[in-house]
């Protein structure tokens, strides 16, 4: 639903497929097994950009960043979400 969303804003294709490997690598670092959307909380999302901070690219860092406020952000406008956990992340 969210690149639904996202599509009909007008991402470009690019962003879409950057966005879709980027939500793939965020599920992976949480083992994409009882972790639910709405329990993961800002200090796993630090745990989550410290770790993956150790190789990429500071540009690539930021779009995560990027990807991961609108991500959540979305999840809890939609009413996916109570509280949304990237709502401080700079």
Request: cysteine-free; glycine content about 2%; aromatic content about 12%.
């Amino acid at each position: 639903m969210y690149q639904s969303d996202k599509r009909i804003e007008g991402f470009s294709s690019q962003t879409l497929k950057a966005y879709k490997l980027l939500y793939t690598l965020l599920i992976r670092f949480f083992k994409d097994v009882d972790v639910q959307l709405d329990t993961i909380t800002a200090e796993q999302l630090k745990s989550y950009l410290a770790k993956s901070s150790e190789s990429p690219k500071p540009a690539s860092l930021a779009h995560r960043i990027r990807f991961m406020k609108s991500f959540f952000r979305w999840s809890h406008e939609e009413g996916h979400i109570p509280k949304n956990p990237a709502a401080k992340k700079k």
